[in-house]
């Protein structure tokens, strides 16, 4: 008699982490780029979870999961900082079979999409370019944001200088007054989603237009949801190895 084969093992959980936010604005895009994420991945089991301001947090989330069942973490944060390097590796200590990989940037394809988010502004072509970012006390973070900077500089064929909202310099606004010699700037919106640093970039922008964050209300791009998966699939593949 011909031994029962064994089943298959499960996929390893997709437990995708935001910041977090108190924007309904910020919050529905979030939950759109995981949604596509698990439309593409019908036989993955894809959660959402928060490492700061929104519930389910990391703890409930991972709760929620079978403890027998791995986890790949995925953070929806742009650079490494302390979400990343410690928030995030405190919180899952506890729990045997986490993994979790790096942030989504930097990442090429993030540049492409902040360039196609520039496009939409039909700017003028020798219009000095700002990237706005969110900032760390991570110096390695505002390190990643600035090699966005440069991935960009080199898709647009000119120099993109960095304005920071928060924790690092020059701000925003610095950045904008001191590119102005060149003409009136544009901003390009290395945020994830609209919420506070959204509304602060603005404002701290001038007269000078902001492009669209990285999700809105839109569908999320196609290369977005490709870089959440690529996280996923690299990690989940070491597991299984």
């Given at each position: 008699?011909?031994a029962?084969?064994?089943?298959?093992?499960?996929?390893?959980?997709?437990?995708?982490?935001?910041?977090?936010?108190?924007?309904?604005?910020?919050?529905?895009?979030?939950?759109?780029?995981?949604?596509?994420?698990?439309t593409?991945?019908?036989?993955?089991?894809?959660?959402?979870?928060?490492?700061?301001?929104q519930?389910?947090?990391?703890?409930?989330?991972?709760?929620?999961?079978?403890?027998?069942?791995?986890?790949?973490?995925?953070?929806?944060?742009?650079?490494?900082?302390?979400?990343?390097?410690?928030?995030?590796?405190?919180?899952?200590?506890?729990?045997?079979?986490?993994?979790?990989?790096?942030?989504?940037?930097?990442?090429?394809?993030?540049?492409?999409?902040?360039?196609?988010?520039?496009?939409?502004?039909?700017?003028?072509?020798?219009?000095?370019?700002?990237?706005?970012?969110?900032?760390?006390?991570?110096?390695?973070?505002?390190?990643?944001?600035?090699?966005?900077?440069?991935?960009?500089?080199?898709?647009?064929?000119?120099?993109?200088?960095?304005?920071?909202?928060?924790?690092?310099d020059?701000?925003?606004?610095?950045?904008?007054?001191?590119?102005?010699?060149?003409?009136?700037?544009?901003?390009?919106?290395?945020?994830?989603?609209?919420?506070?640093?959204?509304?602060?970039?603005?404002?701290?922008?001038?007269?000078?237009?902001?492009?669209?964050?990285?999700?809105?209300?839109?569908?999320?791009?196609?290369?977005?949801?490709?870089?959440?998966?690529?996280?996923?699939?690299?990690?989940?593949?070491?597991?299984?190895?």
């Amino acid at each position: 008699m011909d031994a029962t084969p064994a089943p298959l093992p499960q996929a390893p959980v997709l437990l995708a982490i935001s910041h977090g936010t108190d924007s309904p604005a910020g919050q529905a895009a979030i939950a759109a780029l995981v949604e596509a994420v698990a439309t593409r991945l019908p036989a993955v089991t894809v959660r959402l979870g928060h490492v700061d301001v929104q519930q389910p947090d990391v703890a409930a989330s991972l709760a929620a999961i079978d403890p027998d069942r791995p986890v790949v973490i995925v953070p929806l944060l742009l650079s490494a900082g302390y979400h990343v390097r410690i928030d995030l590796r405190e919180q899952t200590a506890h729990r045997p079979g986490v993994t979790i990989t790096g942030a989504l940037g930097p990442d090429p394809r993030l540049a492409d999409l902040l360039a196609a988010r520039l496009a939409e502004l039909h700017p003028d072509a020798a219009a000095p370019v700002v990237l706005a970012v969110a900032g760390s006390s991570d110096e390695r973070a505002n390190d990643d944001c600035r090699s966005v900077g440069a991935m960009l500089a080199e898709r647009l064929g000119r120099e993109v200088s960095v304005g920071f909202l928060a924790a690092a310099d020059p701000r925003l606004d610095v950045a904008v007054a001191t590119a102005r010699g060149g003409g009136i700037p544009i901003v390009a919106n290395y945020l994830l989603a609209p919420g506070y640093f959204q509304t602060l970039a603005q404002r701290l922008a001038g007269d000078s237009r902001v492009a669209r964050p990285l999700l809105d209300a839109d569908e999320p791009a196609a290369s977005l949801v490709d870089l959440v998966i690529d996280r996923y699939r690299s990690a989940a593949a070491s597991i299984r190895s």
